[in-house]
């Protein structure tokens, strides 16, 4: 829109944004060489979602809404610390997120980060209230948190609704960048296709064709989809048979009776998707209704934490599919980094929990630093050019069609306590498999991003 004409010059119009761009640094009643006096606009976008007040200041906030109580509560305390952490290296300008995000100083956008941090219990409508008063209260930039992929969609159409960015936490179902994807939502972490496509080839490879699986399965989106995939890979690439689909309550407490139905399958395998405290129950429940090590353990969708939990005899052999393991230290600088200042702050080395919250804030900084603004859709936009950045599982980029980022899966073994070099050495790691093969094709789930405004 044209709000006037240097006099009589052959300059032409002048727009908004030209003044933005050519006369950020005037104030506003600075004098142009034509002697005129112009208001100077601090943005030319109306107020969207959080936008401007949420940048207003001289510091920005994020809203993290994980499980800290509840099944999950072991899983969302690791995410936290990740979190926690990122907020120390953004504000103090740490070498590490520069290798992520080089326009980083102290700070973003020469602004402070903040967190503030609500309980969700893993349930989706607690989550979706604690960021709606951290939106009231707090005017956040942008929210985070999510351990149950129940609560990640409920998010998803929350920011979506809200206009305010939602950096995802742990989450594998494939709905959350497949059918229940969003404009404002974007994921780092691997999820059910990419681990079925990465881990499959393996328990082939090592195990043969045509065996009997029984799968166990927490009722809801997450496992669901991740049983799917499974599934969908083991008989079209492997002839093995399904036999058997315990599916059971998120915070299960009492296994038994799955796994009478497990022992009376015939299954040679027990494939177990459950996740959290349900995950670490379940295993130990196995070993002690005699069903391991007599059939294999296989987890598809390794929890954090599930090894130094039930003991490395009850991992020992088991197969498992992941995000990131602390020894890929020895290949990648940034996880030598990453791990050496998180054990330096928290005494232990992060699981993956910890790395994938961590990355999502250095990305985010990354993005809102390239853009030069907090403006969402033009945040979101820097996302979607789909540019190559660093991470600690090496260079990866976000597929712009439904916001997911292609990234490598690890493919790890239980060690036995007699192989391991010191008391969280607990899995091998036997591949790094790369991301882009297991990935659906953009629009095989449906995924349908929606507006920016």
């Given amino acids: 829109m044209a709000i006037g004409k240097f006099g009589g010059g052959d300059a032409g119009p002048v727009t908004r944004r030209t003044l933005l761009r050519a006369g950020a640094g005037l104030a506003g009643g600075a004098l142009l060489p034509s002697g005129l006096i112009l208001p100077a606009f601090a943005e030319d976008q109306p107020p969207l979602g959080t936008w401007p007040d949420g940048s207003k200041g001289d510091s920005v906030t994020i809203g993290a809404t994980v499980p800290r109580t509840g099944a999950y509560a072991v899983q969302g305390e690791d995410e936290l610390k990740g979190m926690q952490l990122a907020v120390e290296h953004l504000n103090e300008g740490h070498d590490l997120i520069r290798k ?7 700070g973003v956008l020469g602004k402070q980060v903040n967190l503030v941090v609500a309980d969700s219990a ?7 209230q604690e960021q709606q008063v951290f939106i009231n209260d707090n005017k956040i930039v942008a929210m985070t948190g999510s351990t149950s992929s129940a609560v990640a969609v409920a998010l998803n159409k929350f ?18 960048t497949g059918k229940d994807c969003v404009r404002y939502s974007f994921r780092q972490c691997f999820y059910g296709e990419t681990a079925a496509n990465a881990i499959g080839p393996v328990l082939v490879k090592n195990f043969g064709k045509g065996r009997k699986a029984a799968y166990m399965t927490p009722d809801y989106t997450y496992g669901h989809t991740v049983t799917k995939s499974v599934n969908d890979y083991l008989t079209s690439q492997g002839g093995w048979t399904q036999v058997t689909d315990q599916v059971s309550p998120l915070g299960t407490q009492d296994f038994s009776q799955y796994l009478t139905n497990i022992a009376n399958s015939g299954a040679e395998f027990i494939i177990n998707v459950n996740w959290g405290r349900d995950a670490v129950l379940s295993v130990q429940q196995a070993k002690q209704f005699g069903l391991t090590p007599k ?22 052999g088991v197969f498992a599919a992941t995000d990131f393991w602390w020894t890929l230290e020895d290949k990648y600088p940034l996880a030598k ?41 033009d945040v979101i936009k820097q996302y979607e050019k789909g540019e190559t950045f660093p991470s600690m ?10 916001h997911q980022l292609i990234r490598p899966v690890v493919i ?15 899995w ?18 449906g995924c349908d991003l929606g507006n920016y405004t």
């Fill in 428 to 445: 091998e790691v036997l591949e790094v498999v790369p991301g882009e093969p297991l990935m659906q094709k953009p629009d095989a789930f």
């Fill in 393 to 402: 599982v090496g260079d990866v980029r976000f597929r712009p069609e439904d």
């Fill in 100 to 106: 992520i995000a080089p326009k980083v100083t102290k």
């Fill in 295 to 316: 059939m294999n353990m296989v987890i598809p969708y390794q929890i954090p934490f599930l090894a130094k939990e039930v003991g490395p005899e009850l991992t020992e």
């Fill in 337 to 377: 980094m990453f791990v050496d200042e998180f054990q330096k702050k928290y005494n232990y080395r992060p699981e993956w929990g910890a790395e994938n919250a961590y990355m999502q804030f250095a990305i985010w900084a990354r993005m809102v630093s390239e853009a030069g603004t907090f403006y969402p859709p």
């Fill in 122 to 128: 893993a349930k989706p409508n607690n989550a979706v």
């Fill in 412 to 426: 790890v073994r239980g060690k036995a306590p007699k192989d391991m070099k010191n008391s969280e050495d607990y």
């Fill in 159 to 176: 920011a979506q609704r809200e206009k305010i960015l939602y950096l995802v936490a742990i989450s594998g179902s494939n709905d959350t």
